[in-house]
C-alpha cells in the first residue's frame, strides 16, 4: 500500500529552510510567520519518522535525512516549475479568445483587425460576438457600467459619449442641422431594445420632455439601428466610437455633438496577470484608445 505524500506546502517550507539553513529567513520568503514554517516542518518530521534538521548556532543544519529530501525537493520543485513554464508558453501560443458585442465587433474592432496583427504579431484573437459574460472565454470588451461584477477584473478604457445622429439624405436633415434639440420632437427617433434607455437619457440632460417625442422602429441590436440610420429612415442615438468612420465620411452628420455617460468601455479579464496575451491587446488597446479626440464634438 503506498503511504500518503506530505502536504506540498510542509516540503516548500521544507525546502525554503533548508535552502537559507534558518527558520527565519524562510518564514520571510514565504510571507508567514516563524511559527508557522516551525508547525510545517514538526509535522513533516512526524509523518516521515525522521530529524530533518538540527540546531547550528543561530541557524539550523540537515541531518543526513533532511539532506536527501532536500536533494529530492529540490528536483521535484525544478520539475515543476519547467512543467507549469512549458504549459504557459503553449497557453501563450493559443488564440486568445476575446467576446466583443456584436456592433463593437463589426464597426470598432473588426475594422482595425489589421493593424491589431500587425502591432501585435505573437498574439492571434479569435472573435466572439458575445457580451456581459466570461464564461469560455480569456477576455470580454464591451461598454458597462459600474457595479462591477465580482471576482473579475474590469479594466476602464474610455469614457462612453453618445449623441443623435442622422444621414444627411433624410429629408429633415436640414432643418435638424440649423435647428435646436426640441426639433426632434416631430421625427421618428430610432431605438435599440437593447439599450431603450439612451434616448432618455440623452432628451432629459437637453430638458426636452420625452412624452413629446415620437419613437420610430427598434432594432434589436445596434448594429441595425446604425445601419436604418444610414438608409436616412429616421433619427438614432449611438456611442460617438462606434460612428466616428461615417462621421469622418459624411455619411452620418451629429448636429447636437456627444455627451458623457456613465458608462465605460470596459476589457473584463479573469486572470489578467498570468496571460502575456492579454496583457499586450491591453496595451494595444489603450494606444489606439489614447488617440480618439477627447472632446464631445
Known sequence: MKTSLPSLNALYAFNTAAHYSSFTQAAQVLHVTQGAVNRQIHLLEQQLG????????????????????????????????????????????????????????ARWFIPRLDQLN?????????????????????????????????????????????????????PAYPLLAQGRPDDLKDEPLLYTQSRPQAWPYWAQAQGLVLQNLHWGQGFEHLYYLLEAALAGLGV???????????LACGRLKAPWGFMETSARLTLWVSHPQSDARVTSLLDWLSAQLSSHPKSPT
Do not use: M
Open 50 to 105: 525522521l530529524v530533518l534538521f538540527v540546531k547550528e548556532g543561530r541557524g539550523v543544519r540537515l541531518t543526513n535525512a533532511g539532506q536527501k529530501l532536500y536533494e529530492t525537493t529540490c528536483e521535484v520543485f525544478e520539475r515543476l516549475h519547467q512543467g507549469c513554464t512549458q504549459l504557459q508558453r503553449h497557453k501563450d501560443n493559443q488564440p486568445l479568445v476575446l467576446g466583443c458585442s456584436g456592433s463593437l465587433l
Open 236 to 246: 438614432a442615438i449611438a456611442p460617438k466610437l462606434l460612428v466616428e468612420n461615417d
Open 118 to 170: 500587425q502591432a501585435v504579431p505573437e498574439v492571434r484573437v479569435q472573435l466572439h460576438a458575445a457580451q456581459g459574460d466570461l464564461d469560455q472565454l480569456d477576455a470580454l470588451l464591451c461598454f458597462s457600467e459600474p457595479p462591477w461584477p465580482q471576482g473579475i477584473q474590469v479594466i476602464e478604457l474610455a469614457s462612453e459619449w453618445i449623441g443623435p445622429v442622422v444621414s444627411p439624405l433624410y
